[in-house]
């Protein structure tokens, strides 16, 4: 196919403003599949490829239309992989912009749009859903052509349900993004957007072909990991898996690297060919670090096996997923993890608890921070029992917030903001009633329970994004939480120190009701240092008897207190103090609930 | 095996079960007393080689075993063998002159008479029949008859029990001057009516009653009465060799000795298995009228499980445990941590094994203590 008949588009909307949708609807109109197949092909497409031996979602699809070669990028749904998000949209050279009809703009097709302009992409604005009664096209195009300095007019409005307006789209693809640009006789340059793992073909990379030819059976590298491999297969998905033996420039494809650790291919990556090396990678490679880190530990402290095993079959589909071996005297052995984000880590751990079916404790998250000792180098904390007691300086990670209301929610969205060490940072009027508001936040001050505040706060409407945008020093200190004397590291926070002592004040109580009483007084104590900040007793039990045992019920006493002392090897054991787990599950949720 | 020395008798019936009771009981049923004392006479011949010649102790327990029907009352406890010990529990409002002097005459030497409280509310709460006055005549009638080894049973922790109702009690008790008391906190079990009409109170009194097992230690001792056993309370002997007034059946149980119990629910451990009686009239009469052992669920009691019920036993009493049997059935890290808490003192020596006790301390929390020193 001539580089010139070649179009590379993505399609970035909210999530549930019809994303998927549309991409079922132009794979239909454009014959991919028959309508019959939609559902078996498409919608089905785990056990499709499971015939094929193979378990790889289509990352990228490539259609005809109209005689030219479209191809279908697709973008991961949400906020923690803005960089991956980011490198999908650089394999394009235009992006469908989709807002619902009865919703308009939302945070997410900020970011989004934002993001798409930055990479130079030729925007398509389209207002879906306009079949539905509450649906107002013509607030939502305004909106929309404002937000990216386009006319109302040049808005699509269509319905992906009922197909209504559909060809207009493509027929846009075709008009209004450019045709790829790259050098058809370069050195070979290719952008790896996405990759994913198979068991039996191991690392499938994503790319975009920028400049020059790919052959199958060519020895290849990664230009800024360094990792050589030789391209086993090449191919594209139609909607299934095709071998084609070459990926020229400007095409979208896969390649079958046979490499057994996704983490040697990163996204953002450049692939090149070794007999004829490009010197230049394409820019914007990014090694994508975690920013939020919890410990995962299995609340059966025999499933620790399991959880090692299920996490490093995630982390072969996750190059971003970090995790450590983790022991806490409280909770047992486990792993401290890192995720780019909330989501990330919610996904990860629904994916343990479904897929591997693994019941986990999880600790309250914290962000990574950067310490310098006194007298000492730089380094990274990912655990507050590591933050070290004494420090020169400590930086916490801040994100700039975007968040999307309607204006009479502005001043609750305010005044959670301030509560949270937010700085305000702009106030824009999308429409009449919306409102685009941008802080810069502590991340800490949002990974607990930011956003069910947020979402609570404007009755569900605001919609919210964020950009980690770089460490900046804080007044951080480390409470440290006893327990008859013995600090606790599960309990461990690194907070702010305007905040340590009410929130250090919270814990040390509600730890004091789940405690059980014990037979000698337990003080519980929340600490700065060898400074305690806030003390509370759980008093010894004064009693604790069998009121009576004659011969009549000796082996149901004595089964009643073998099942008490089973019961008491469940406990952890801190110092002299049994502690049930779930008086620590209750702490840890605490840590998120904020009065 | 020279057999048990200890014989429990079960006697079931009531005039009213109370909200309260677990145990098993049958309201009324006049008509079938006779026919239960032949049942449980049958019973005992048939088991009575499992028994010793010499019978130590012989307790008839209910129920309400004064509630029976008097002359089938008499033909059982005429023919039961004779012991150094035998009581016989009683309810007040059924001790009569006539009832004591029946007692008196068929040989029983000790009455276990069922006080439970001397507030009038708070025997209505436990729907006990007797008034504070019937207890006390009850008390009276037995002396009279010639007792003088009375037990009164008291419960504490009922709900709307303050801690002035508590201390009338105690002095109500303690001016009978009953040569043994057992108190016993009140203990709402599921699936009571009573639980059901009084859980939520009992659970939110729990704090404030916290204090009363202290309370009752303190009075009873104070007022010279050996605390023996986690609930059990009796006289000290005046000369050094007066009669010990613990009470000689429980303590068989305490220390782990075997016993043979007849009657519906009865429960027997001899050589090394526990069995149980059915809990239901007709079948238990049936079996023993046709010359067949009534049906019973057993239990086998391996050492390692007799090794730890001797521990769990043994120290509810206030006498020191001699480990030598039962080391095994003791966590030796929970031992140490025990007696670093200060709630267990451990005697060791070189010639007999380590003795164990608990401290005072110790003893109000020894479910607590038992089940950490369980291995």
Known sequence: MPQDRIRNFSIIAHIDHGKSTLADRILELTHAVSQREMRDQVLDTMDLERERGITIKAQAVRVNWKGYQLNLIDTPGHVDFTYEVSRSLQACEGALLVVDAAQGTQAQTLANAYLAIENDLEIVPVVNKIDLPQADPSAAAAELADLIGDTPEHVLRISAKTGEGVEDVLDAIIGRVHAPAGDQVAPARALIFDSSYDQYRGVVAFVRVVDGTFSQREPLRAMAQGTRFEAEELGFFSPTMRSSGSLSAGEVGYVITGLKDVSKLRVGDTLTSERRSATEPLPGYKDVKPMVFAGLFPTDSDDYPELRDALERLKLNDAALFYEPETSQALGFGFRCGFLGLLHMEIVRERLEREFDLDLLVTAPNVAYRVQPPNGEWHEVHTPSDMPAEVEEVEEPYIKA?????????????????????????????????????????????????????????????????????????????????????????????????????????????????????????????????????????????????????????????????????????????????????????????????? | MSGARHLYVHLPFCAHRCGYCDFVTLVGRSEQHGGYVDALLAELRLERELLATEVETVFVGGGTPTFTEPHALARLLSSLPDAEEKTVEANPETVTPGLAALLQEQGVNRVSLGAQSFRPHLLATLERVAQPDTVRRAFYHLRDAGFDNISLDLIYGIPGQTASDLDADLDAALALGPEHLSCYELEAKPGTRFTHAHGAELALQADAMEMYFEVVVERLTGAGYRWYETANFCRAPSLPHGPDLRSQHNLAYWRGRDYLGVGIGAVSTIDGTRWTNTPRLAPYIAALGSGERPPREHEPLPDATRARERLMLGLRLDEPLELVGSSDAVDADALARMERLGLVRVRRSSSVGAHIALTPRGRLLGGGVTAELLA
């Open chain 1, 402 to 595: 975007s968040i999307i209301v309607p204006k009479e929610y502005v001043g609750a969205v305010m005044e959670l903001n301030n509560e949270r060490r937010g700085r305000f940072d702009h106030l824009e009027y999308l429409s009449e009633d919306r409102v685009h508001l941008t802080y810069e936040l502590p991340l800490a001050e949002i990974v607990l329970d930011y956003y069910d505040q947020l979402k609570s706060r404007t009755r569900g409407y605001a919609s919210f994004d964020y950009d980690v945008i770089g460490f900046r020093p804080g007044k951080l200190v480390r409470v440290d939480i006893l327990v008859g004397g013995e600090p606790v590291d599960a309990l461990s926070l690194v907070l702010h120190r305007d905040s340590a002592y009410e929130r250090g004040r919270a814990l040390v109580e509600r730890l004091r009701e789940e405690i059980p009483r014990q037979m000698f007084d337990v003080p519980i104590q929340a600490a700065i240092g060898s400074r305690v900040i806030a003390r509370e007793t759980v008093k010894a039990k004064r009693k604790d008897v069998l009121a009576k045992c004659y011969g009549g019920d000796i082996s149901r006493k004595r089964k009643l207190l073998e099942r008490q002392k089973a019961g008491k090897k469940r406990m952890k054991q801190v110092g002299m103090v049994e502690v049930p787990q779930e008086a620590f599950l209750a702490v840890l949720n605490l840590s998120g609930e904020r009065k």
